[in-house]
């Protein structure tokens, strides 16, 4: 399952990645912050959808990533 940046308010569209919270490889379960963000007016932590592995990091702290674009996966076998 990807994991995406979610909508953040009405007049954001984009945020940066500041840093991972888990590795590729670690287990994650669903509510969990896995990811730090930041937009002009906030820092959030984006939460794991789902039980399961982050098996990839599509981002890189420093990037500009855009509402509903893929961040990682987690496999949720």
Known sequence: MDVTLPKLGNDVRE???DSWLV???DRV????AIL???TPKLVMEI???CDGVLAE???EPGDIVEVGQALGRIDAA
């Open 15 to 17: 945020a940066e990645i």
């Open 23 to 25: 590795a590729a490889g």
């Open 29 to 32: 379960t669903s509510g969990m």
């Open 36 to 38: 730090q963000v930041t």
């Open 47 to 49: 939460e794991a959808p």
């Open 57 to 59: 990091c599509l981002v």
